[in-house]
Each structure stands twice: as structure tokens, then as C-alpha cells.
């Protein structure tokens, strides 16, 4: 257990012990709320129970908490009462209380709160008078009781096709009563409702609603603390590299009250736009409502600023004038509120020198503060903030590289809605830009099927009345999410910002109808299965599928991938295995080609033939007529090649995979073969047996290819060298690198190389000229690792193959390990997927050592790597720490990798 003496930290007008720093602790909730008082800004005092409590819990459980805490949670909400003048427990003026969660790392809505906790049948009665506001009180009640009743006491739907059951009460008493808003309903009617929720927890739970507060509290305590471990909650922490191990802390404030009347209200801000990232202060808020009806998005919020809600009007097709008279501003009808917001606002970001989520109630016309953090982001607001903080002097250089995640210029690069497709396709319905993007995909209705259909290979777009917490895995593997209600700030925006996901949401024409699976809009009814697209920069729904095109990048994301190249001591290259892959890579600033897989181009057209060719000549001529066939093919490859990437080098491996992957392997592709062949079917069956491997990734490959079958290596090296001349004559600086692949002896790489250089003289007698080449191989065996020193004697740059040096290294292979490496990162077997992100601490240390032993044995070696981790931002690190010259990935993953070269060379001087 802890020996922290303290284990409870206050906050508040008079005293707070906490502050921004102590994060790790307090969480980013309590740190914040803690710091928001320091700047005096005017926040419900409270308490927070620290994250190593949340470790006692788990290791533990709650009675070993309540031993831990009991006293300093009583004398810490004495301070509470004596902040707010009110009594926690007193029936005529209670002291009300908000349970909320905060972990170090913001996870929205991942983790459960309560409201109105301290309420039972005497103090709703209390609260009315004090108040003198009944259906205020008992309005308070019944949403306490609705949260308590799902939190902690657990009544849930029992189905996905069933609603939650609090909701269907409601929506039966407001159908009985013909109104359609909650808002509509009288004291009598919530009065009702209350006995109503308490029945339906009596009958499906088996036991009474609590009707002790400090009993209330401390089960909501203990359930904060168990939805750390909840399913959603896990699943955000995979999903965002969060360690299980940091726990949550548990914040307790006094409530201020949104739903008093017109005066009130509660809402969800931004300091600048969390989509595009503009530099203009919005968000959403609502009259008479308490702070989870904006991020449920049952209610659809109204703008806070003017210029906001004039954009949305024009957004979701309202005149200026119902816009003036129907859904005003906050700035428009609260003046004086908006005004202290703004000064707010501007005193958090210039304060934390960040965009700044913030959430604020208005009780009776007075502001309240309840929470700060730095806000979810779109990739390209990401970008775009960055760069504007650093013009306008708020951040540095450095900072500026920090706040951009590299993963998240994924989200810049992918396609867009190609405009001439978009002025032909057909517009279904409309809703709200929730976060930017293009989606094409079927439409899905529930959370799991999505994953189902994702695994099956499908595209899928969630289709939600509005989403929650429990959706997250859905909302995960969907390429679009689509909602029904909600606005800007609800759950289904924040989180698809969060994601990079394109959402749009706030859709009021679209119907849903879970049971019958099926989205109606406009008169037309769309079936599961039924393909849309969604524009989430504009919130235009289409019907069908509609064609993409390339992302234009901005100015901003230029200064950023600029500022990489000042920083960063990586090289990045590029895997290409033709022209336009290359010429991709360098756009994106790759500086040459770290691997060209040869192979590759063995598919195109009639080359396949000639491979085929070669495969089935029972000699040595044989195969030799059937090379000649691919060696212009080859040539011309390379010289395309060589061409896109002047004045940079390019590693191009020679055949790498076993003969058998070029030879069909079923009967129906034997025969199309044999009929081109022009030979028996039984001779075909018999090669493709005869190439049979049990297992082909140690089998006949790499250089064993070039040492059995010398002739294959002969043409290729030919193909380099002429292609390398050719392209020499016109003015092309070519710079070409010869790699061996799969060595695991020196004789090995020694053979090869005699080949290739043999050959390349040969070429340049015959051409009375020659150019400089260097000959290399990949480090993808741990035996290579082992003996790298006597190698890099020989060799003249070493390529570290991660793929294969993994699969080797941890003994499974990466096309079979999904049988159980989900399970075994479920139960932290491994920290990560080791073929996402290299295993630093057994395949990283073959790394090191060959990267030690090859810089001993030859001391201007040129070392990179090759895999895929050459693009993980993890790996990279590793890889910058690790000394090599740089990293090869794909070309839409070099500006990834340039930005993460950069952030490693910071952490390495910070």
C-alpha cells in the first residue's frame, strides 16, 4: 500500500494544496482544477483523492481504501461545507456533491461521474425551498438517482438493441404526457419519475436506492475507481499508449447548478477551433441544463460566440433571423457571462501555452470554472496551432515539434472527396462538421458488428442515434461515425477529433432504428450493409460511394516538416518499389530509397511469365533464356527509379522471397499457367511441389536464391549497373546500393558479392565507363547480428531488416502470431505488438550489438533500417539512441518519421 501520510488534496478560494505540476498525482482534472484556483479563477471547491489510491483499490479493494482515507475524506469535506456555507447531509440546505474521475491523461468520457450526489426524499425537499425552484430540486433528484442507478448500482441495458432503461421510462412518461423535450415535463411529472426510477432499480437491481449521502459518496467513490478497469476505459488506454499502471484519481466538488431556470446553464468550450485549428474562441452550451446533457447530445446545443453561431446557422440552413430569435449566442444573450468567459479562456491558454478544453456552469447568473485541460485535436489543427503559437511567439521552436503528434499526420495525408465526384454525388442529409475528413463505407448500427466487419475486410461507417463511452471499439475500426443528435462538444465529436476519425454529428433528419437496422432520411429507408459518405469538413451525408483524390498539404504543415529538418540527426528514406512510389516519397522529403524490393516488380503484366519461365527450366541455359526476357524489364525499373531520386542513394535488395510465392498454388491457376507455359498440368503440379517449403521463412530465400541460382543475381546486378549508366548519360547523379539480403555467414555475403562485382566489371568493360556503387546486405538474421564485425569487414553498409530480424529473434512468425499475440498483449505478456514497435530489449539489443560490432570492424559503415518499424515513432527513437544513419518506411509515413527523428533528437538534449 501507499506511505504517503497524505492521500486527499483540497481546493479552493481559501486554500489548495495542489498545483498543475503534480499531475502524476492528482491528475490532470485535480492538478488543473488546483492550478484554475491559484490563477483566482472562481472554481466549486472540492477535494481529489490521489491515483496511488486507485493502486491500493486494485491491489487491495475498497475496504482497504475507506481504512486508508475515511478521515481525511471527512475533514476534507468539512472544508468543502465551510467554503460553501452548507452542510453535506443537512435536509434543509445540503451541500451537494459532483464524484468525477481524472487521470493523468485526459480519456473523455471513458470513466464515470455523479451528480447531485447528497440527495434523498427529505433534502429534494430542502433544496425546493432553499432554492425556490421545486422542479428544479426534484429535476436534480431524478438525475442523481439516474447516475447513481447506472454507475454504481449497475442498471444497464441488458442488450445492445435495448435502450437504457432510464431513458425508455422517461420517454414513456413524455409520451403519456405529449411533450417532447425533457425541459417539458412538470414537478409532478418528475416527481413521478423519481418513484418511477426507484421501482425500476428495485426491480432489476433487487435492492433499495441509498438514501444515506455518506453512503452515496463512498460508493461512488469505489465505482471511479472500478471504471478504471472498465471495458472502455482499457480500451482507450490500448488505443492511446496509456500504462494500466497510472490509475485515475477521484475528484469530489461542490455542485453548482446549470438547471436553476433561464439564468442558468451549463456548456463546453475551446480557445481555438479543436477541427480546423482557427484561432477563434467557440463551443456549445445550454439553458436550464446541467453539464452531462451537452456531451450526451440529447439536447442540440446552441453557440456560444455570435461569429459561431452564425456559422452554424449557415451550416445547418437557419436564417439569421430564427438563428436571432430561436438558438442566440451565449455572447449575445448572457453578455456579461460571455465577457468573464473570454477573459477566462485567454487567461488559461495564455497560462498553459495550449489550446484549452474548458467546461463552466452558470448558476443564477454567476460563472462557475470546473475543469481545464488541453483540448482533443484533428491532426491538422494539431499542425495548425502549433505553427500559429509559434508565430505568435507563445511557444518556441522546439515546442512547437513536441505538440504534433507524428502519428497524427496520418490524418493530413489521407485522401479527400474529389470535387467534381462531390458536385455529382447526392446529397442525403446534413449535420454538423464534427470532425474533418473523407469516409466512404456500409453502414454499421452497433459497436461490435463494426469490428466484426472491419475483420472481414469491409469499410464501415457507425451509424448512432448518438454515441457513448461503450461505442469506442466501433467508433476505433470505422473509417466514419454518423449521428443522429448531438453537437460540436458531444461524446461522438470529441472522441472521433481525438481519433482522427471523420465524424459528422447532429444529423436531425436521419432516423434510427436499432432493431430494425435500418437509417431513414428524406422518405428513403438505408439498410445495414447500404454504402455512404461523409464529408466531415462540410457535415454533408452522401448516398454511394464517393471517389477521393490526394490531400493538398498547407503552409503549415511545410514550416513544420522544415523545422524536422533543422532538428533531427535521422536520415529518412523511403521503401519504393517503383517511379511513382519514389517520387511520392521524395515530395515528402524523403532522402532516398532505404529498400527496393525487387521482387515486386516480378508481377507486372508478362514479367510474371517470364519469372514462371525460370522457375520451370530444369537447367541452368533454361534459366538463363527466361532471365534475359526480364533484364530490360528490370533495367528499365531501375531506371525510373534512379531517375525520381537524382543525387540521392537507393538500396535496392536482390531477390529476396522463395521461388514458390510466383507459382500458383490451386488448380484452377495451375492450368491457366500450364496453357501459357504451353506444358503438361502434371509438369506444374509437380515444380509447385517440388518448391513446396514447411517453412519458407527460413527456407530457400534471400541469398540462398543467389548462391543456388547464381544467374538470377548476375541479371539483376546487370539491370542496376546499365540502368545506373544509362542514366549517367543523362545527367542523373546516381548513387545505387547493392543489398544482400538474409546473410547469415561471411562466405555467404562473400559469394554474392564476388557475383555482383564480377558482373558489374563485365558491365563496364563492355561500356567503356564506369560509376561508384557500393555492395551491403541486410542485418535480418541474429546470427548476422552476432558476427556483424566480421561481416562489416566485408561489407560496405548493413540494412537492418526488423521484420524478419523479429520473427526470428522472438521465434513465432508475423503471419501466424494473431492466433495469440492479442491475447498475450491483453495480458501484458508484451507491452506492444513487437512487429508495430520493436521489441527494444531482446531484438533491439541485436540491433546495438551489430550496430557496436560493424562500427568496430569498419568505422564509416552506413547503418539504417529497413522494416517497418522504421516508420513506428517508438522505434525511431530507439533507432536515433541506437546510432544509426537513418530510418526507410513507406512514403506516406516519411513525414511521420521525420517529425519523430526530430522529437527523439530533443529528448536526447533535454
Known sequence: MSNKTKNVYVFGASRTDGDATMKNLLGGKGANLAEMCRLGIVVPPGLTISTEVCTVYTEHGQDAVAKLIEAEVRESVAFIEKEMGKKFGD????????????????????????????????????????????RFAWDSYRRFIQMYGDVVMGLKPVSKEEHDPFEVVIDMLKEKKGVELDTDLTTDDLKELVQRFKGLIRARIGREFPTDPWEQLWGSVMAVFQSWNND?????????????????AVNVQAMVFGNLGDKSGTGVAFTRDAGTGEDLFNGEFLINAQG??????????????????????QLAMVSEEDRRNRFPSLEELMPDIYRQLLEAETKLENHYKDMQDVEFTIQEGRLWMLQTRSGKRTGAAMVRIAMEMLRQGMIDEKEALRRVGPDRLNELLHPVFDPAAIKKARSIAHGLPASPGAATGQIVFFADEAEEWVRKGKAVILVRQETSPEDLRGMSVATGILTARGGMTSHAAVVARGMGKCCISGAGAVRVDYHARTMSVGGETYKEGDWISLDGSTGDVFEGQVP??????????????????????????????????????????????GLCRTEHMFFEGDRIKAVREMILSEDETGRRKALAKLLPMQRGDFEGLFRE?????????????????????????????????????????????????????????????????????EMQTRAIIEAALNMKAKGIDVKAEIMVPLVGTVREFNAQARVIRKTADAVFAERGEKIDYMVGTMIETPRAALIADSIGQQAEFFSFGTNDLTQMAMGFSRDDAGKFLPSYLKDGMYERDPFESIDQKGVGLLVQMAVEKGRTARPGIKLGVCGEHGGDPASIGFFHRTGLDYVSCSPFRVPIARLAAAQAALDEGS
Open 91 to 134: 435536509s434543509s440546505d445540503p451541500l451537494l456533491l459532483s464524484v468525477r474521475s481524472g487521470s493523468r491523461a485526459s480519456m473523455p468520457g471513458m470513466m464515470d461521474t455523479i451528480l447531485n450526489l447528497g440527495l434523498n426524499d427529505e433534502a429534494v425537499a430542502g433544496l425546493a425551498i432553499k432554492a425556490n425552484n421545486e
Open 232 to 248: 472502455r476505459a482499457k480500451v482507450y488506454r490500448e488505443l492511446n499508449d496509456i500504462p494500466d499502471a497510472w490509475g485515475t
Open 292 to 313: 452531462e446533457d451537452v456531451v450526451a447530445g440529447t439536447r442540440t446545443p446552441q453557440q456560444i460566440t455570435l461569429e459561431g453561431s452564425r456559422r452554424w446557422a
Open 548 to 593: 477521393t483524390k490526394e490531400a493538398e498539404l498547407t503552409g503549415d504543415f511545410g514550416a513544420l516538416m522544415e523545422l524536422t529538418d533543422k532538428y533531427k540527426r535521422l536520415g529518412i528514406r523511403a521503401n519504393a518499389d517503383t517511379p511513382d512510389d519514389a517520387k511520392v516519397a521524395r515530395t515528402f522529403g524523403a532522402k532516398g530509397i
Open 645 to 713: 531520386m537524382s543525387g540521392l542513394a537507393v538500396t535496392i535488395r536482390l531477390l529476396d522471397p522463395p521461388l514458390h510465392e510466383f507459382v500458383p498454388h490451386d488448380e484452377a491457376n495451375q492450368k491457366i499457367m500450364a496453357h501459357e507455359m504451353n506444358v503438361p498440368l502434371g509438369v506444374i503440379k509437380m515444380r509447385v511441389d517440388d518448391l513446396h517449403e514447411f517453412n519458407p521463412m527460413m527456407g530457400h530465400r534471400g541469398c540462398r536464391l543467389g548462391i543456388t541460382y547464381p544467374e538470377i543475381t
